[in-house]
């Protein structure tokens, strides 16, 4: 007698769906709430209870699964290419995912403007916050062969040290929510911090399996990270850095950053959508919203290493007959670095000052770079072509169905 053959899409333990529990309440009403709101924030409130991960398999539709795979083999293509010529495309692809992942929490600033933050300059503090997230972002990918709770803090204490030191690399340790005035009124109130620790270390374990399809892995870490909320601020900009990390440590990429929060981008309402769908139990939507982002970003991402080897083309080809080595240094700096001093270019490429001032001058007259500003004493120049490059990444990530 034959037996009809069971799908392979069945017969699988459904993927946890977060709890609740009652905790007290003992915090201060808000200044800023209205005497309803205040009389509403007294009493205990309800508060998220995460199941544990570690060893549990997520469920992927074959569909979703096949897309996933596709991206992932779209992501290892990404790298590949970019990183026959990785020295200008890591840095430029590693600071523009920080500043999409920072849009993400409405965190924005122009290209010029980051890259003179990340020189010491303080003007602009949506600009200075960036400049941080490239700092976490870089510290992600350098900790990444250990993706260790040790090694999350640090890429929150590089995030945050510069403006909010008390709470850099440091679990939280009081109760955080999200909307509202207080806990009571909140649209989603994350475990209280008691039970952080132990969520973070279940967490850590997830990310050590090798079992999973690395992208599948990725979005649903990511997703448990964000509704642990182990952080009072930055868990958006965090748990971002931790897939750029788990995608490194996985062997996906190897040289360059995939600019996924470019991605994630274009669609914030399907992208916070997916992460109230997983804390339901669906790990799907997630694991496809990332798959799909993926394209997007590395279409993106493709764009602007076009647009940076047609601006070095340019330079190139309006240089002086037979230039010197050390210009041609000088235009391969500017091609990851948009903002430079001369100090910077003595040190990064070796040359004299002398030739480092000649230099800047030669490229200057061309057009390859703009005096600046003055920051901690020292002139600042910029290379337009390059900063509008990234402008257009930003414009083209930015282009978005907003929630």
Known sequence: MNHPRKSTD????????????????????????????????????????????AHSQPFISSPVAALAEEATIDMVRFDRDLGEDAAPFA????????????????LTAGAKRIAL????????????????NVTAMRAAIDLSDDISLDNILSMHLALLEATHPEIAGRLRTQAVWIGGKSPHSASFVPP???AVKASMADLVAFIQRDDIPVLTQAAIAHAQFETIHPFPDGNGRTGRAIVSALLRNKGVTEKVTIPLSSGLLANTKSYFEALGSYQGGNPEAI?????????????????LAASIRDAQTG???????????SLRWTVDLLMREPAL????????????????????????????????????GRKVWIAPPVIE?????????????RG
């Open 389 to 401: 490059a990234l402008d257009e990444f930003a414009l083209r990530a930015g282009k978005r169905v």
């Open 287 to 303: 694991t496809e919203m990332f798959a799909e982002s993926t394209f997007s970003a590395t279409d993106n991402g493709r764009a």
């Open 117 to 132: 933050a990340q020189l010491g300059d303080h003007s602009s503090t949506n600009a200075s916050l960036i400049a941080s």
């Open 91 to 106: 840095a430029l692809l590693l600071r523009s995912e920080s500043a999409a992942s920072s849009e993400i929490e409405d």
């Open 192 to 194: 209280r911090h008691e």
């Open 341 to 376: 001093t001369a100090e910077m270019l003595m040190e990064l490429t070796g040359q004299s000052s002398s030739s480092a001032y000649r230099n800047i001058s030669t490229l200057e007259s061309l057009g390859a770079l703009k005096p600046s500003s003055h920051i901690k």
């Open 10 to 53: 069945q017969v699988q333990d459904p993927w946890p769906a977060i709890g609740s529990e009652e905790v007290q309440w003992a915090g201060a009403p808000d200044a800023s709430a209205s005497r309803r709101q205040r009389l509403m924030a007294r009493g205990p409130y309800q508060a998220a209870v995460v199941p544990p991960i």
């Open 315 to 325: 330079i190139y080809a309006a240089l002086p007959h037979n230039p010197s080595e």
